[in-house]
């Protein structure tokens, strides 16, 4: 069978760098809800399979979305969605686990489910002898409400912990299972909690009818030492497939007002440098090339002796982000070592006033003193990250990317340092639930686009940069599932129907939704995407407790308009946030 050869391909093309052991008897299908490339480059995913799979009570496998032509073959031939490893029906097995990093992942989940021939909507499932489905993953973790009527049960926060308990929970209580998972901190089973609207469509209130407490409280670890997160599946065909990734730090000390991933994590936690330097040691043994991965790089704790030792064995670090005035001459030095010739720098923001509004801590001067450090070390080809439609943005701020990537091009010619490709990396803004813009609108995508317009012409006079932009639209969806309350599941449904009968794009169907208004039975997306949830509004994802004070997301609010920065994290004295 064609589907089927491709994963016996794949599977023999993997190398898997620990102990199988044997099965128990509960089945456990680990879900990524995309493509074999995307999910097998995803350590979130690869851990929480380990997991499982390691587990004694569990006989684990994993399935992923199909690939494009995959879809189209088993639309032909009405074929099933199945198990990667032994081709089982999905709806086999005890427990399908869904790990989600990614908010717009949440279609593929429905349509994974509607290919596997499971009822998507719980309600649909409450009669048959269905597994029982269970997600976590970032995604989740922020805001699992545009999934709520599809899942019996949400684990929010790091697994770590809360799967072994989960699944210990799971085996000793089968005939009263759901009463008793909900005692499992973390658990959120959606079926207890039900959101009541007010006449404008605001959320009011939340009933709750459970046996536990009604506050969802998310799991962190706070020794990341005990716990080792890293490649453990090794495959060429993924996005990182030449790459061992080893997970550094999780959160982030800096307060960028706009990312999840520093406030949902908080606070800050390292692996120590020897754990870090043992497990680039294990990772030169397989590739020489070892991905560092969290929110900021430059930052941990003895980076630039782990990138020299790397170096040192004759490969290389690869660090996912850096903060420019913390990249050292010595981290600088290792970094361009053995070949690295492209490194991304992420400035956020082109003007010293909206660095201020996002909290950045960043001036212009140390940015091109990094990128001089960089360029003098080696590195020929410069990544730039910027986002654009940030909260307090003027058509300014956006022109002053073009002024700062050409005053890095002008000191660059100055001193005769090589320069490859210049590319300027433009997102636009995504508002995050947990984080101080929690309530600001996305732009207007047309206000967006016109700004993007702006900016290509002021960089199209500077010479060889490229400049690569998301679209807005696609960032409208992104908003959507972000900032969704649970009726966003209604349009999610709607959405996957269109994508199976071929019908338009996902931005032609929200435009169509919004069109026909409440004709559509569907709430309008722009209610979730364009505009400003007020500051005393009851939000979607309020009922989980992040261990972080709401006032203190405002207080931050407040700055960035008054364009006032915050200190980075100081874990050995504040309690400011909550979170320590
Ligand atoms: S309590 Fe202070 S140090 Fe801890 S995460 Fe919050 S702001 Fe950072």
């Known amino acids: 069978m064609y589907l089927r050869k491709r994963a016996l391909e794949r599977l023999a093309r993997e190398k898997v760098l620990y102990e199988r052991r044997p099965g128990g008897d509960i089945s456990v299908c680990v879900a990524y809800p995309n493509i074999y490339r995307l999910g097998m480059a995803n350590l979130g995913f690869q851990s929480v399979f380990h997991i499982f799979e390691t587990d004694t009570l569990v006989a684990a ?47 593929n989940l429905i349509s994974m489910l509607r290919m596997a021939g499971i009822p998507t909507r719980r309600a649909d499932r409450a009669d048959g002898n269905w597994p029982l489905i269970i997600a976590g993953g970032s995604a989740v973790f922020l805001n699992p409400e545009p999934i709520a009527d ?98 550094a730090s999780r959160g982030c000390q800096w307060g960028c007002r706009f990312c999840a991933a520093g406030f949902m994590y908080r606070p800050i936690r390292y692996r120590s440098p020897e754990h870090l330097m043992n497990e680039a040691r294990r990772g030169l043994a397989e590739r020489s090339v070892i991905g560092l991965v969290g929110a900021e790089m430059a930052s941990v704790p003895g980076v630039a002796a782990i990138a020299a030792g790397v170096a040192d064995a004759g490969g290389r670090l690869s660090p996912s982000s850096l903060k420019a005035d913390c990249i050292s001459p010595q981290l600088a030095a290792a970094l361009a070592r053995n070949g690295n010739h492209s490194v991304t720098v992420a400035p956020e923001a082109g003007s010293e006033r909206m660095r201020k ?37 003027r058509d300014h701020d956006v022109r002053e990317i073009a002024h700062l990537t050409g005053q890095i091009l002008a000191r660059a010619r100055a001193h005769k340092k090589s320069l490859g490709h210049v590319t300027v990396s433009l997102n636009p803004f995504v508002p995050k639930p947990w984080t101080p813009f929690q309530w600001d609108p996305m732009e207007d995508a047309r206000a967006t686009k016109r700004k993007i317009a702006l900016l290509r012409s002021d960089l199209a006079k500077l010479g060889p940069v490229e400049l690569d932009a998301e679209s807005p639209r696609e960032a409208y969806f992104q908003t959507l599932v972000s900032r969704g309350d649970r009726r966003v599941g209604g349009i999610l449904e709607l959405l996957d129907a269109a994508r199976c009968e071929g019908a338009g794009e996902i931005w032609q169907e929200l435009r169509r939704i919004a069109r026909e208004g409440a004709s559509s039975g569907l709430p309008d997306p722009d209610f979730y995407v364009t505009r400003h949830y007020a500051d005393d509004e009851l939000l979607p994802w309020d009922f989980i407790d992040h261990h972080i004070h709401k006032w203190f997301l405002l207080s931050e609010r407040k700055k960035a308009h008054y364009e006032h920065q915050t200190p980075p994290c100081d874990v050995t004295r504040c309690v400011v946030c909550g979170a320590c």
């Not at 009405?78 to 686990?97: C, G, N, P």
């Not at 001036?363 to 654009?388: D, Q, S």
Request: aromatic share 10%.
């Open 61 to 107: 496998e994993r399935a992923f979305l199909p690939d494009a032509d995959e879809r189209a073959a088993m639309r032909k031939r009405s074929e099933r969605l199945v198990s990667f490893e032994e081709a089982r029906a999905l709806s086999d097995f005890d427990i399908l686990a869904f790990s989600i990093s990614f908010e717009t992942d949440y279609l």
């Open 150 to 247: 599809f899942i019996d049960l949400f684990l929010i926060g790091e697994g770590e912990e809360m799967i072994p308990e989960f699944l210990a929970k799971y085996h000793a209580t089968r005939a009263t299972r759901l009463r008793a998972l909900a005692e499992v901190e973390g658990a959120y089973l959606p079926n207890y909690f039900t959101p009541i609207y007010d006449d404008r469509g605001h959320l009011q209130t939340v009933d709750y009818s459970g046996p536990a407490k009604p506050k969802v409280s998310r799991r962190l670890i706070r020794d990341l030492n005990r716990f080792t997160t890293a490649s453990l599946i090794l495959t060429e065909e993924s996005v990182f497939g030449d790459m061992y990734l080893v997970e």
């Open 357 to 393: 509004v996002i909290n950045k801590n960043l001036t212009e001067a140390e940015i091109i003193e990094a990128a001089e450090l960089m360029l003098g070390e080696g590195v020929e080809n410069l990544k730039l990250y910027f986002m654009v439609g940030l909260p307090e943005e």
